[in-house]
DNA sequence: CATTGACCTCAAGTCGACTTGAAGTAGAAC
DNA sequence: GTTCTACTTCAAGTCGACTTGAGGTCAATG
């Protein structure tokens, strides 16, 4: 069995056959054919939509992802790009360690209110000033 | 000057009118009145505005926090819940510090092409298998 | 040969947190 | 007293990643 069919690799890749559609669409996949109306998929596929997983759960977008597939369909992955990313999970990681520990040290925390707590008040501080990131959160300018 | 122009307050917390108008409409900050047509606040909605930053950073969205704060403005932060949040971002912290080893790896690589790398394919495996999880990403049946 | 059921297309809807735009108003400066 | 400007309301738009729904098609099963 060369090809796979649509509900094969949905089933098989734990994705909807709508988001096969859709990342078909985007260029992110492609079918090697049909039989009758049905998408017929190269093996591969699989490979190709766990490096997309892998992608999305790194942060990357869509359209980041489909650049780092060559036009031939070989991945075509900047190190750099990675390194970067890298970068960017640390920073995120610090941060959650921080915010992670302080809502456990307020959870545990003997002040009759948080409010009155210094470490609560400290995180609040940090909160207020923007030294924390929201991940989905639009910056002012796009 | 007791009494805070919304003016002010945007620019002292750093967030746009917009924004505030809309927490208003949301039920999460309320103004004290009007001179004129502009609303005035309380300076209290600045600690207030920080904790739903802050709340915002640590993931809660916008309804969870508004729940809160009890009706009386009181900040009424249930400390199992925080608990829970700070269980939650151990998780998200551990699936992105793996992320970040395999990635810088992948980037430091020497294998010729991604695809050949050991380290790479068993992310790719943990990826596909759904065992990091995308922050935004819907869950079947919500 | 007719039915079934899983696929197909295309447009539109969803979700959360805001932003944007049009049209109006009032305090303050001139 | 007029103009300026920053606010006001309300409806609608935005963004990304999909999902959903209506109406259609076709390989396989009986």
Same mark, same amino acid.
């Given at each position: ?61 869509? %359209? ?22 890298? %970068? ?12 992670? %520990? ?41």
């Amino acid at each position: 069995m060369a090809e796979l069919d649509i509900a094969e690799v949905s089933h098989r890749a734990g994705v909807p056959a709508s988001t096969l559609r859709y990342y078909e669409e985007r260029g992110l996949i492609s079918s090697t054919g049909r039989r009758g109306l049905r998408r017929q998929y190269d093996p591969g596929v699989l490979e190709r939509l766990a490096l997309i997983a892998l992608g999305r759960t790194a942060g990357f977008s869509l %359209d980041e992802i489909a650049l780092m597939f060559a036009p031939d369909g070989q991945p075509r992955i900047d190190r750099q790009k990675l390194a970067a990313k890298a %970068d960017e999970l640390d920073n995120r990681i610090r941060e959650l360690g921080v915010l992670r %520990d302080s809502l456990r040290h307020a959870a545990a925390c003997p002040a009759p209110s948080h409010m009155e707590c210094p470490t609560f008040r400290r995180l609040l501080d940090a909160a207020a000033s923007g030294g924390v990131a929201v991940p989905g959160r639009r910056v002012p300018g796009r």
